[in-house]
């Protein structure tokens, strides 16, 4: 026998020798533009927080006021006693938002993915997924116990052929904003395929929902699909609502079926009623201020002018996500470095995060950007990748 710890410094070593090694830094800031982080300012174009919620007096306001009502713990799962009257509101608000008949909590997106993937799908059935999905729906795909096949990154011929050759009971699964390469899903004619084929479409639409679309309502409202072409909807909260958790919307039945299946929803603790406080009042301030979606949308089409001037290798990309292609590990590592040293924050996606030879930039915005920063961040880079 051989304890599995005997191998992990050789591992460990490989990682740094490949370029692929994974360290933390310490922010000391609240989240925003500018971050606090080793007694430096930086500004912050790596985060989720698209709409700059996370930071907002009331949602903060609404948490602190959350916990002074219900406390901190949530005190047990959703089933025994943990479903509180802010949980519910919250629910009730995201179904109409979303125009879905009704939604489900859970305490993180990546639960909510695995969740539902196995409450649906189990042996003898076949999950389709986008090679660039999630590792979250990824993960689902493959603990389900499904027959799991992947399909070419949004390529509706490849998946509409790999369905014509499978029998039995199915399931298509993408990303709505595919979240390191910040293109969209084809939706439209995955939903029309899902039609024709008798399937079921899920779309996890993380770091769609409050960004695209007129009204934030995400890739649906973008492609103008009702609950009955995307029958499974996943949201998450922890990016453009500036909290945590996510949620599942669609049919009383799919809800129903999930509250008596899903074992990530089933076996674990409700998310602190304070949080669900909070994201009631990041989603008022989300539908409300449609400025932040106008504002993020023209500093991102400034980036992408500027990019484009500078020769940079942009991706076909529209959304507050505007990853630059690099390639080598080491030079997206290195280059990210330069950035740090002028004061830009910037995030340096690597395998297995992103596929062999497509380590990249990974731009994001938000919509408390000003364009002076976005200019000063692409002069930086202009230096930074010539160097
Ligand atoms: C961030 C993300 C998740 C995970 O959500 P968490 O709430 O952070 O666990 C799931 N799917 C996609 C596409 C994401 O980008």
Redesign the pocket.
Known sequence: MIGIESGLDAELERLAREDLYRTRRVVESAQGVELQCGGRKLINFCGNDYLGLANHPAVVKAFQDGAARYGVGSGSAHLICGHGSAHHALEEELAEFTGRDRALLFS???MA?IGVISALTGKGDTVFEDRLN?A??LDGGLLSGARFKRYRHADADGLLDSLNRTEGRSMIVT?GVF?MDGDLAPLDVLSQIAKDQDTCLMV?D??GLGVIGDKGRGIVEHFGLTQQQVPILVG?L??AFGTF??FVAGSETLIETLIQKARTYIYTTALPPAVAEATRAALNILIEDQWRRENLNDLVRRFRRGAEQLGFPLMPSNSAIQPILIGDSRRAVEIGKRLLDDGFWVGAIRPPTVPQGSARLRVTFSALHDEQQVDRLLESLAKSISQ
Do not use: E, F, V
């Open positions: 993180t997106g990546y993915n999630h979250s729906l990303d979240s996890d993380a770091h998450t922890g990016k958790g996510a």
